[in-house]
Structures are given as C-alpha cells and as structure tokens.
C-alpha cells in the first residue's frame, strides 16, 4: 500500500504531537535535573550587578574548588563532593564585609543539601574588624547563591536586593528560597 498525502501528513502531526510531548517534558520545572542561569558564574555574577549594583567595589573570581581551605573560607563547604564550580565576589577593601558566592551543584537535585551546608558552614566573621549580620542563601535550579554583608549597608544594599537581582537573572523564579 503506498501512503497517500492525507496519511503523510497525519504521520507527520502525529510525530509533532510526540515530539512536543516528549520536549515538554524536558522542561525548567523544580527538582532534579532543573538547570540554573545560563553562563559562566563569573557571567552570571556580572548579570546579577546589572540589576543591582552594590555600591563599592568588588572582585569577582573563580574560586578553586579542589582547594578545601579556600572551599571553606569562601562557600563554607567543607567538600566539593556536589559541586561543579565556584566563583565569589567580594570588596576590595577587606575591612567591607561583602560578599556574593555561587556554586553551581552537580545536580540540582542536591541544591537543597549544599545551600544548607553553605548556610551552616561560612564564617560571617571571617574579615578583621568586621561581621556580616545580613546572610541569605537560594537556589535557581543547579546554581546556589550564598550572599551576605554587614546589615550598615542598607542604605547603599542589602541581601535581599541582591537576591531580587538574581531572581531576575533567574527569569523571575527560584527554586529554594
């Protein structure tokens, strides 16, 4: 029997059908396998100061995860076992307590894990002279964001701006909050 056109072209919509099913699936939904912004953590550091500038200045590097001591200082996590990289932005002036971490996980299955880790594990009196009483850690799928600075930048920035300003980077929604 040869396929007339009528049948060819149910095929094909048939294979579309199957095709968008199975694409939809694929989809940024939270859980395991939901990919953060796209980039670079030094890129999306970057992004994130478009929204919100902090106000002094900062510099940003990729932190070396195979380094625990550095691992420790910046992100707080004694092992890198889920994580994939890192980068951290902080003030030039040491005596500034600022500072901007992310990592990204594995798996974003294991965002939840590391940002309590994170969250559990930094100094927020790791500069001279100062402390970082302003703290918050979320997540956007595999990357997880630990920011925090002395609360007596309010007047010039927050945690919570920086968190909205990652939002945005994020399209609008975490995953972990």
């Known amino acids: 029997m040869v396929p007339t056109m009528k049948m060819k072209k149910m095929l094909g919509m048939i294979g579309c059908v199957i095709l968008l099913l199975v694409s939809s699936g694929c989809g940024n939904s939270k859980g395991s396998g939901v990919q953060g912004p796209e980039g670079t953590l030094p890129e999306i550091i970057g992004q994130i100061y478009e929204h919100k500038d902090p106000g002094f200045q900062v ?8 380094d625990a001591d550095m691992l420790k200082r910046y992100t707080g996590l004694d092992s890198a076992d889920s994580v994939s990289e890192a980068a951290v932005s902080e003030a030039l002036i040491n005596a500034q307590a600022y500072s901007l971490v ?34 918050q850690v979320v997540a956007c799928g595999d990357v997880v964001m630990l920011i925090m600075m002395a609360s007596t930048y309010s007047d010039v920035v927050t945690s919570q701006e920086i968190v909205d300003a990652f939002r945005e980077v994020c399209g609008g929604t975490l995953t972990l909050e």
């Open 102 to 135: 992310l990592v990204r996980v594995t798996d974003a299955g294991a965002a939840e894990e590391v940002a309590l880790a994170m969250k559990e594990g930094i100094d927020p009196n790791k500069w001279i002279c100062v402390r970082a009483d302003d703290l």
């Open 59 to 66: 510099e940003t590097t990729e932190i070396a995860i195979s």
